[in-house]
């Protein structure tokens, strides 16, 4: 019988070490088919199953860290709102990406038009900063004058993706918070 190879790319050794020891830390030595599930986890992947689907195809899918989803979104309100603002740089670029999901593409707005629009999406009210970083982070453009602001097209990775998704779930669940919604990627 041939056997598939699968490939697993570790970004971090030691996180995947300590996720890997967390799963056997009840000290019986697990079958065959616990020790795939158990590496494809510590992986950053659902199981062995999630891992076997995202070799097939040219472009393999990304693992979504778990940990990073739940570190965004914990700065978001039930209704979808950012509530305040991280001060670890990783988990604030998945909350920009959850924002900038919901600026509509191809629209031109003045800088008043773009902080209310911001003011809709965040419970702590601070547009400035928030226009700043995306624009630092090469997901929102604006002229020298500050006249016109646009939104950049970008590819959030799987991570991101996963944070928009809950975040536009949450906006939507909620009929008091105005809906906007991105088509880009399926997301």
């Not at 989803?69 to 604030?92: D, H, I, N, Q, Y």
């Amino acid at each position: 019988m041939t056997r598939e190879t699968i490939s697993l790319t570790l970004p971090d050794v030691s996180a995947f070490a300590r996720v890997l020891k967390s799963e056997f830390d009840g000290g019986a030595i697990p079958g065959h088919q616990s020790l795939l599930n158990a590496i494809a986890r510590a992986g950053g992947y659902r199981n062995f199953q999630h891992l076997k689907a995202t070799q097939t195809g040219t472009d393999p899918v990304e693992p979504v860290e778990g940990r990073a989803v739940s570190r965004a979104l914990a700065r978001f309100t039930p209704e979808g709102l950012l509530e305040s603002w991280s001060t670890k740089r990783k988990v604030r670029q998945h909350c920009l990406w959850a924002l900038w999901a919901q600026v509509p593409p191809r629209t031109v707005f003045t800088e008043k038009m773009i902080s209310e629009l911001f003011d809709g999406m965040t419970a702590f009210r601070d547009p400035a900063q928030i226009r700043r970083s995306l624009i630092e982070d090469g997901l929102l453009e604006r002229n020298r004058d500050g006249s016109r602001y646009v939104r950049l097209e970008a590819k959030p990775d799987a991570t991101a993706q996963a944070v928009i998704r809950e975040v536009l779930r949450r906006r939507s669940a909620n009929p008091s918070v105005p809906e906007r919604t991105s088509s880009l990627y399926g997301l």
